[in-house]
């Protein structure tokens, strides 16, 4: 009898076991490449906070791993994830040079939000919505958009009073719109990561870097910089995406990208909008004590970038209407919903 009862507790078990061994097999673990240091806000703000949503939307059968040290460069992260090398991956439009993300570069242009949290709602609004972004991201979900804070010029050389100042300054940009209107002033531009920025600043490899406010404090260049000039609603910005390999997608259940979309697309951008606004805010109480000018830009210097951002922003318009979108309707959508006017 002790025998049966023995032999009944360990199937018991054993079944138990089982159990467990198949929900565990059953659970989809995502790896996604992160390629900004790990104290980054954007890591600690919004990587791992939409890890852990993730795992608490799916009830813990989908969890998302964020790598220490990513797979590659940060301009191969889209490809990295289209080409399934990682299953999830975040990055810069601008990073891609070649015209496949078209129709992001809406969230780049000068004068398109006071606030981070602002510019990415309306961000993934216009450009998810009226201008169709999953189609440009071709190879992969699209799981979010966002903007960072304003676009700031900061440089170790001169400040800037006039538009001839910039004239002949080597700076750092990452790609895109601000590299085109940088070069229009006169101004030598170099691509790299941002985490190169501090060594070449410091090698006076270059004089001075487009970054929004938290950069100086993030990648501790207050040593090298001494001007930072505002403009408003930045004199640029940068277009984000957090993207999944499509197969990997393709293989949740419907359940689980219910889930996940519901953590995903506007509220994503809200939650990167406020954690790049926080760090912003702490940017500038960290440099308060520095010995480092911070300015608005003067008028004549404002009237130069708006001449300019109105023959990018046309060009670009006309580029878009060959793809079948009113560009110039949704670039003025967005500002509505920002409240920004230039």
């Known amino acids: 009898m002790k025998q049966i009862k023995c032999l009944s507790i360990l199937a018991g078990l054993t079944a138990t076991a089982l159990a467990g061994f198949v929900a565990t097999s059953q659970a989809d673990e995502l790896v996604l490449s992160s390629w900004l240091p790990p104290k980054h806000p954007i890591v600690t703000g919004v990587m791992e906070p939409w890890a852990d949503q993730v795992a608490k939307a799916t009830e813990g059968r989908v969890t998302v791993r964020i790598l220490p040290k990513p797979l590659g460069p940060p301009p191969a992260h889209y490809d990295l994830a289209a080409d399934g090398v990682a299953d999830i991956t975040y990055g810069l439009h601008s990073f891609t040079r070649d015209d496949r ?19 990415s709602k309306a961000y993934w609004d216009v450009y998810a919505g009226k201008l169709n972004a999953q189609d440009e991201h071709e190879g992969t979900k699209l799981l979010g958009l966002w903007i960072h804070g304003p676009g700031m010029f900061h440089n170790n050389q001169r400040k800037i009073d006039t538009p001839e100042d910039f004239s002949g300054l080597k700076i750092r940009t990452p790609g895109g719109y601000i590299a085109d209107l940088s070069q229009d002033l006169g101004i030598t531009t170099q691509f790299m990561g941002p985490g190169e920025v501090y060594e070449k600043l410091s090698r006076g490899v270059i004089d001075g870097v487009t970054f929004p406010m938290e950069a100086l404090q993030a990648f501790k260049l207050t040593d090298y910089v001494k ?9 640029y910005n940068t277009s984000w995406f957090m993207v999944m390999n499509e197969d990997v997608w393709d293989g949740l259940s ?9 953590v995903s697309g506007a509220a994503l951008a809200e939650l990167a909008g406020n954690v790049w606004d926080g760090a912003d805010t702490r940017g500038a109480a960290y440099i308060s004590d520095k010995n480092l000018e911070v300015y608005d830009a003067p008028a004549p210097v404002l009237q130069k970038i708006r001449e300019l951002a109105a023959k990018h922003e046309a060009s670009w318009a006309d580029a878009v209407s060959e793809t079948g979108f009113d560009g110039a309707a949704a670039l003025s959508e967005l500002r509505s919903q920002t409240g920004i006017s230039n």
């Open 101 to 119: 993300f078209l129709r992001s570069r809406i969230g780049q242009f000068s004068f398109i939000a006071d606030t981070a949290t602002d510019g």
């Open 227 to 235: 001007s930072s000039m505002k403009v408003p609603g930045g004199i």
């Open 254 to 262: 419907d359940e689980d990208k219910a889930a996940i979309e519901e």
